[in-house]
């Protein structure tokens, strides 16, 4: 029952805030329907592209969504479910959801361009391009992030066996393995012999798994025999009961981005109505997630990364019709179905959940310090897009704003999904609230918690045991769909984050009149400029980086993403000021997160240089990847500084000349 208590408080807020804040924030702004809009000034047929709203609504909400309300509030899980609430459904109102808006008008008043022409009219041209270079280093975090997500959820590891020669149980063998630390993935029965089977990404990793199994069961007397078959993961297509979740999602995924070139064909060139064009699309996500669930393809972790990659450096170049507005819309659908899913999963599981073990186990406040850090600033980072994020600036200021077909749009598209997504935020916190025993661990000594395991799973787990037992049928499915979901939305802001990059590092090396790479008089900067020199290098760097641990990545991202989202409140605050309208509402939000974003670079940079002091590294935490991370935080804290130094100087001026 708790957990229905907290989403109706979190529905019936976040409702609040729409109707009253969000409509006084149109208020203050002049939000003027009767203003033509970048995208039917200057429609181009590929970046500017008038949409209608709910197209446009799926590829904004599709777009700023990704995995980041997933990940962020499971793991700031560990400081209990009220400071989560509490910052996911505040934050979405007054941080998140001001920002957002603020970006989108902002960029529609600026003929569709991003927030560093927002910042060059107020701030001048240097500010202009330190940002430009900031968000590019951000976007190259958001795309090593979510390409290290989507090819998590849908290589297949390499696999190899070790059969038990002599007479033992199911129970004794694992209790060997437990005791000896050694991991393995499954333990089965065939011919009255066990087998243990290791799963690992690479062949070599998975050889020597099998060797420390063997090894480990050899010195407790068992008798057994490594395989000579080499590790491997099967044939390219699986099927039936082989197909696991994994596989499915990576089927269903690239047949769901062919379905969307097919539909955008259909609607853009073939003159298909939206409803019935609509219906047609659901009908055909439907069929091949029944073919996806039968049928899976099978590929290790690199070779995804790098189809990953050519991916969305085609798809970002290609016009928006083609591929982004489409696969947006589409994938939308996907994920109202799985936010409806988790709501019916949590009504069910309040009356029913008692009964079958299912209840919502998450302490309210566990203390101000966990494994993550202090509560301030660690909360408000790490819960990233599910109260306030960053890139979504961006996109609002990248993409969004040059599809918009009127301003009265705005408040729905730009305030309404950010609090869509803090709603996303709280539904994911009660998915770990279910399975809390599962993923968050309290080490006895210290009394700190800590989240153990994968956000993406954990989710899916948490959804699907409303529903279920573990070993049921249905379990089985919401899971596999779930893990869909967060894979789709990953891909959708991969297109989008690449595309916008594109955008911005043509941007760095344009002058003014020079309205793209073609414009461009020296051979130099117009060789820079052009889109798939920019394209190709974010995506390069991206990719390499997306190869290293998630949590390598993560925190540095959310930091990132953080800081970015305090710039672009300045950004919007100032250009406000100058054109003499109200920007009282930014200056709390603006400084809680600049405060915030600064103190946990700072604590960034004191840890990495303390790891590379110490030298302990692996094949998987390799000393680049710490020396990555002390350059990027280094970075960062200085562009933001600087940055804010200009910004304040910008706001004296103002005051002066008020």
């Given at each position: 029952m708790t957990a229905l208590l907290i989403i109706i408080a979190a529905i019936v807020l976040l409702l609040a805030g729409y109707i009253f804040y969000g409509s006084w924030l149109a208020k203050q702004w002049g939000i003027d329907p009767s203003k033509k809009t970048p995208a039917k000034e200057k429609t181009d047929g590929v970046d500017?592209?008038?949409?209608?709203?709910a197209v446009?609504?799926?590829?904004?909400?599709?777009?700023?969504?990704?995995?980041?309300?997933?990940?962020?509030?499971?793991q700031a899980a560990v400081f209990g479910w009220v400071p989560v609430f509490l910052w996911c459904v505040l934050g979405g109102i007054f941080f998140g959801g001001l920002q957002d808006f603020g970006s989108l008008f902002a960029s529609i008043r600026h003929d569709g361009k991003s927030v560093g022409e927002i910042i060059k009219d107020s701030m001048g041209k240097f500010a202009k391009k330190l940002f430009i270079i900031f968000a590019l280093l951000v976007l190259i975090l958001v795309i090593a992030s979510f390409v290290n997500v989507v090819a998590g959820t849908f290589y297949t590891p390499f696999k190899k066996a070790v059969t038990i020669t002599s007479a033992q149980n199911t129970e004794a063998?694992?209790?060997v393995l437990k005791n000896a630390k050694t991991p393995f993935a499954g333990l089965s029965e065939n011919n009255g012999k066990l087998t243990v089977t290791v799963a690992a990404e690479t062949a070599d990793d998975a050889e020597n798994a099998a060797k420390k199994v063997s090894t480990s069961l050899s010195a407790a007397g068992i008798l057994n025999e490594v395989s000579a078959d080499k590790a491997s993961m099967g044939s390219f297509i699986s099927s039936g009961k082989r197909t696991g979740n994994n596989q499915t999602t990576a089927m269903i995924s690239i047949l769901f981005i062919v379905l969307a070139v097919f539909y955008g064909i259909l609607t853009n060139r073939c003159g298909l109505k939206t409803l019935p064009a609509t219906l047609i699309g659901i009908a055909a996500i439907a069929l091949i997630i029944v073919f996806g669930l039968n049928f899976g393809l099978v590929m290790s972790r690199n070779t995804w990364i790098i189809i990953i990659g050519l991916y969305i450096a085609l798809a970002s170049l290609i016009p928006v019709w083609i591929m982004l507005q489409p696969r947006d819309y589409l994938s939308s659908f996907l994920l109202y179905a799985m936010m409806a899913v988790a709501l019916i999963g949590i009504v069910f599981s309040a009356f029913t959940g008692s009964s079958r073990g299912?209840?919502?186990?998450l302490p309210a406040y566990t203390g101000w310090t966990q494994s993550i850090g202090n509560l301030f600033p660690a909360l408000f980072i790490t819960v990233a897009c599910g109260a306030c994020s960053g890139f979504h600036s961006l996109i609002a200021s990248g993409t969004t704003s040059k599809q918009l077909d009127s301003e009265k749009n705005a408040k729905a598209i730009g305030y309404g999904s950010m609090l869509i997504e803090s709603g996303l935020g709280i539904i994911s916190l009660i998915a770990i609230g279910i399975v809390s025993s599962k993923f968050l661990i309290k080490n006895p000594e210290t009394g700190m918690w800590a989240f153990a395991g994968s956000p993406a799973t954990a989710f899916g787990n948490g959804i699907a045991l409303m529903f279920g037992a573990e070993t049921s049928t249905i379990y089985n499915t919401i899971t596999a769909l779930l893990t869909l979901a967060v894979s789709v939305f990953a891909l959708t802001s991969l297109d989008s984050a690449t595309r916008l990059s594109r955008f911005m590092f043509s941007e760095l090396f344009l002058k003014d009149g020079e309205e793209s790479w073609k414009d461009a008089k020296n051979p130099v900067r117009k060789l820079l400029a052009n889109p798939l020199i920019g394209t190709a290098l974010m995506v390069i760097i991206g990719c390499i980086l997306g190869g290293l641990k998630l949590s390598a990545i993560w925190g540095l991202f959310g930091a990132a993403n953080q800081l970015l989202a305090g710039i672009a409140l300045l950004a919007v605050a100032a250009w406000l000021g100058q054109v003499g309208k109200n920007n009282k509402m930014f200056i709390i939000p603006m400084v809680f997160m600049l405060t915030a974003t600064l103190t946990q670079l700072v604590f960034t940079i004191i840890k990495q240089i303390t790891l590379l002091k110490k030298g302990a590294f692996t094949a998987l935490d390799p000393a680049w990847g710490h020396y990555f991370q002390l350059f990027f935080a280094a970075a960062m804290a200085i562009l933001a500084v600087i940055l804010v130094a200009e910004g304040i100087k910008t706001f004296a001026k103002q005051m002066k000349r008020n």
């Open positions: 500017y592209v008038p949409a209608k709203p446009l609504m799926g590829h904004h909400f599709s777009s700023i969504a990704g995995a980041g309300p997933i990940n962020g509030p499971i063998v694992t209790a299912v209840e919502f186990n």
